[in-house]
């Protein structure tokens, strides 16, 4: 995949936020997204039908008061854990006893923006939990990258290429990290955080981890959004 190139003067106007925009409620609002994928999470069992996770997940976040979401609720099962964001999954796939799924939701909360993504095994199949924690170890790997060296979004993504390369995974690159703001964050900007040829503001972008096997069906998935260490 071929990403076109922002420049560094347009950072400013990138990285604009909209008339609610508050850090604290966007951090209130990361810390209720990644409560709720934990949630999802553990309540999902093999033997349990992909759309009916997918349903409940849903539940859970009308529960939570989090329903309305600025994209659509994914839950991924198996051999859909391969699919790129937006893509329909195979219908019918049940998880298995030694599976792998992943979550991803966006909610929003009143202004705010939510959005995070974490992978998930059933069982004991070494390669698949490898896989999930890998996509974790990738995420912070390249984050480091973005503290210590204040690297650009572009040079960001070369990197977990290549982090991920090392650990025997191919990339998704059509998931390659986005802005995040008061709702709604595409009046501002939509591309990719792998295009910005300047180094990303904390708290403003989501970075996204997705990894395949390199010929079985399985993947993994995180993201959240890039902050310091004293954040995870």
């Given at each position: 995949m071929t990403t076109q190139?922002?420049?560094?003067?347009?950072?400013?106007?990138?990285?604009?936020?909209?008339?609610?925009?508050?850090?604290?409620?966007?951090?209130?609002v990361r810390t209720l997204t990644r409560q709720a994928i934990q949630r999802i999470a553990a309540a999902i069992q093999p033997g349990m039908f992909e759309e009916d996770a997918v349903e409940m997940a849903r539940d859970l976040l009308a529960e939570a008061g989090m329903l309305r979401g600025w994209h659509d609720v994914y839950v991924r099962f198996g051999s859909n854990t391969t699919k790129t964001f937006g893509a329909p999954s195979d219908p019918g796939v049940v998880l298995g006893e030694d599976d792998l799924f992943f979550i991803d939701i966006g909610p929003v909360l009143q202004d705010w923006e939510g959005d995070g993504g974490d992978s998930f095994v059933t069982g004991r199949d070494p390669d698949k939990a490898r896989c999930a924690a890998d996509a974790r170890a990738i995420f912070h790997e390249v984050r480091h990258k973005w503290l210590s060296e204040r690297a650009t979004g572009r040079a960001l993504y070369d990197y977990a290429v290549s982090c991920a390369a090392a650990r025997g995974w191919v990339l998704n690159m059509d998931l390659s990290g986005h802005r995040i703001a008061d709702f709604p964050h595409a009046a501002i900007h939509e591309g990719p955080l792998a295009g910005a040829d300047f180094p990303p503001s904390r708290l403003l972008w989501v970075l996204e981890i997705h990894i395949r096997h390199p010929s079985e069906a399985y993947g993994a998935f995180f993201e959240d959004l890039l902050l310091e260490d004293s954040y995870f």
């Open positions: 190139a922002i420049s560094s003067p347009d950072q400013a106007r990138l990285e604009g936020v909209g008339p609610a925009f508050d850090p604290e409620r966007l951090l209130h």
